[in-house]
């Protein structure tokens, strides 16, 4: 168990819907990532933020957003859904930004477009 | 721009017998992380090791083992003795000092069979 929670585990959602899923990080992480991972893109980072404010962007759709709280737990909302965003989405924390630092994944949740 | 090359789709071993995983991964940075994660069927990505670019000491830890060569670019994982319990996705990640988040190869499923 690597302390980063997500919810829900899984999501099963129609074309066009808007989702939230959520992630806590492990006690005293003060940095959480989002990562994509799908069949045909592999594992593609899509967005950090550290201490509530965003550091750094991937290959993150316009149509995906995130936000960290003041509490530390992250949430990304995924809006106008398509087939194509079907994935096993983790959330990663460590406990600073920078490269050195190695991430704790969570359980990652499983959504599915229909 | 970097890149992590793992060129082994898939690989089967029958149980007891060693293997290794390979990476190659390209930066232009001469400070960088290297990384490697395990996803069990469970899906969860699961933390192996961190190296950095200064240190090309090889470790050890217990059945696993990373070989490290700047020389060549590599950085490849030895599992010794494998055991069913080892079938998984292994992934190789690359994060460059200036980035925060991971490139991550695209994995190489090993099947130990018993």
């Known amino acids: 168990d690597s302390g980063v929670t997500q919810t829900p585990k899984h999501l099963i959602t129609a074309t066009g819907q808007r989702v939230t899923l959520r992630c806590s990080p492990r006690?005293?992480?003060?940095?959480v990532y989002w990562y994509q991972q799908s069949l045909d893109q592999g594992l593609q980072f899509l967005i950090q933020?550290?201490?509530?404010?965003?550091?750094a962007k991937g290959n993150i759709l316009e149509r995906f957003s995130a936000q960290q709280f003041p509490d530390l737990h992250s949430e990304l909302n995924l809006s106008s859904l398509e087939l194509g965003d079907s994935a096993l989405y983790f959330c990663?924390?460590?406990?600073?930004?920078?490269?050195?630092?190695?991430?704790?994944f969570g359980p990652g949740t499983r959504l599915t477009v229909l | 721009a970097q890149k992590v090359t793992q060129a082994q789709t898939e690989i089967s071993v029958v149980e007891k017998e060693d293997v290794t995983l390979d990476c190659v991964y390209e930066?232009?940075?001469?400070?960088?992380?290297l990384f490697w994660y395990k996803q069990p069927p469970s899906g969860e990505l699961v933390f192996l090791i961190r190296?950095?670019?200064?240190?090309?000491q090889n470790e050890i830890s217990g059945r696993y083992s990373w070989n490290f060569q700047k020389s060549t670019s590599s950085f490849n994982f030895t599992i010794t003795a494998s055991q069913v319990v080892d079938s998984a996705v292994y992934f190789c990640?690359?994060?460059?000092?200036?980035?925060?988040?991971?490139?991550f190869g695209t994995g190489t499923r090993l099947t130990v069979i018993p």
């Open positions: 930066t232009r940075d001469t400070t960088y992380y």
């Open positions: 006690s005293g992480d003060l940095s």
């Open positions: 933020y550290y201490n509530g404010e965003e550091r």
């Open positions: 990640a690359l994060s460059e000092a200036g980035a925060n988040n991971l490139f």
């Open positions: 190296r950095n670019s200064f240190d090309e």
């Open positions: 990663a924390s460590s406990v600073l930004a920078g490269g050195l630092n190695e991430q704790f």
